[in-house]
């Protein structure tokens, strides 16, 4: 028998596991495992704050929840157990999708990690699930052998090696949670459309700011370097130049930036080519256009057809890690095809400033 | 959507092949289908090379090489010569 069961010890097992005082605990419930917490099925203000800070802090995030059993509703031994990843937004949206149904919620350790980028590192595995089934004697709480796992957790987890370790069968329901209860209603079988990931443009829209967000930093020391470059003059920094030379150069690439980080995700489907260099190098044709408008020197102009396609082409191809449908012997021939072009083209941006510099400065 | 032609990894084997459907369950892109009573691969061109189908073939019947189409953790392994390594959903 588990000591926990000991009731004058209840009272502290709740100070000594973080999972008792979280706001989604209502209660415990006593079953032969010990006390297991009871959770809500309500997202509060708090939790969409959580969301939130989720989202803008790209994907980093330290909204973990304890890895463990969970209890929903009122379940009883012949309820079903769904397995989940200790991404915090993760497991509030099954938990709100399961409102008004009895189940038990196992929770893997996944560093925090929600289970389609865990499973691609394995660590939403058949290992990690094996472990967890094994550790919280899950055999002793359920009397069936079955596990329902989100589709996209079969990317790291392996069902028929999961039944021969531990004897429980896995079950995948289907990719999003919002699905899962027509899935129940179904007897158990996601229809095909739930078995498929897509990427709307709602969603593209939702992550495509997101893609700036590393960027800026580089775009910040560029823009420095742009401005003393550009308004460097024999008599010192020109507010001339930098006002009519190096602002406009900062503003291009920032639109160049835009065109590869926001409109290629918005834009996706109606982009000519596959390629996500392609598809950038199509969507950076709009800032050069608009630099014929800002300077008449022929070299600047070079410059900018040549650095600014590149910028909005490279910012397009990082995009490749958000999608949900590059392969990655796609992206390294992307790579090894794009990535001499972008170099040389950087040496000849280079080698462009220089030869504009110094007929600026009268040295050629 | 559909990304660049004929790179995909992906290799069926048809003899290993017993019909379990497990494949079908898993790939996120409806890559495999059961038709006539086979199992066929409808479209290769949508294999995002997940491995899904690979990890849950009883029969070992699927190859791919697996792993993640994200430029960041490839520009990564390429320079480094290192496992890609992909730093959007790092902790
Ligand atoms: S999972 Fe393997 S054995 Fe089963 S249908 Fe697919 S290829 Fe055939
Ligand atoms: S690797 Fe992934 S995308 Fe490709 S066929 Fe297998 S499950 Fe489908």
């Known amino acids: ?364 | 959507m559909k990304y660049l032609k004929n790179v995909s990894t992906l290799e069926f084997d048809r003899n290993k092949c017993k019909k379990c459907l497990m494949c079908t369950v898993v790939c996120p892109h409806g890559v495999f289908k059961y038709e006539n009573n086979e199992i066929k691969i409808t479209d290769r061109d949508r294999c995002m090379e997940c491995g899904a189908c690979v990890n849950n073939c009883p029969y070992d019947a699927i190859k791919v090489n697996k792993g993640v189409g994200c430029a960041e953790a490839i520009i990564y392994s390429l320079l480094t010569g290192k496992e890609p390594k992909c730093g959007c959903c790092e902790d």
């Open chain 1, 1 to 364: 028998m588990n000591t926990n069961n000991n009731s004058c010890c209840s009272a502290e097992d709740k100070s000594n596991f973080s999972k008792y005082s979280e706001s989604y605990v209502l209660t415990t419930k006593l079953t032969p495992l010990g006390f297991i917490p009871v959770i809500s099925s309500k997202i509060n203000f708090r939790d969409k704050l959580e969301h939130f800070k989720c989202r803008v802090s790209s994907f980093r995030n330290n909204y973990k929840i304890e890895p463990g059993l969970y209890a929903l509703g009122t379940p009883d031994e012949s309820s079903e157990v769904f397995v989940t990843a200790n991404y915090k937004y993760t497991f509030d949206v099954l938990r709100k999708e399961l409102n008004n149904f009895n189940c038990w919620i196992l929770v893997l350790e996944t560093g925090g990690i929600n289970v389609w980028c865990a499973a691609g590192k394995g660590t939403f595995g058949t290992e990690e699930l094996v472990e967890k089934i094994k550790e919280t004697q899950l055999e002793r709480l359920v009397s069936h052998k079955r596990l329902i796992l989100p589709q996209l957790g079969a990317v790291g987890i392996s069902a028929y090696e999961v039944e021969n370790q531990s004897g429980f069968k896995v079950i995948y329901g289907p990719v999003k949670a919002e699905d899962i209860k027509s899935f129940i209603k179904n007897n158990y079988e996601a229809f095909e459309n739930a078995r498929r990931v897509k990427f709307p443009i709602w969603e593209r829209i939702k992550v495509a700011p997101l893609e700036l967000v590393p960027a800026l930093k580089k775009f910040f020391y560029l823009s420095i370097v742009f401005l003393i470059f550009f308004g460097l003059r024999k008599e010192g920094i020109m507010f001339k130049d930098i006002y009519y030379i190096g602002l406009p150069m900062i503003l291009l690439t920032f639109s160049a930036l835009v065109s590869g980080a926001i409109l290629v995700p918005v834009l996706l489907p109606f982009l000519p080519f596959r390629s996500f260099a392609l598809k950038g190098c199509v969507t950076g044709l709009i800032a050069p256009l608009i630099s014929l408008f800002c300077f008449s020197n022929f070299l600047l102009i070079l410059f900018c057809w040549i650095f600014l396609p590149a910028v909005s082409s490279f910012t397009a191809l990082l995009f490749t890690g958000t999608t949900t449908y590059t392969s990655p012997s796609g992206v390294t021939k992307e790579l090894k095809i794009g990535l001499p072009i972008y170099i040389a083209g950087i040496v000849v941006c280079i080698l462009i400033l220089i030869i504009y510099k110094l007929s600026v400065l009268g040295v050629i």
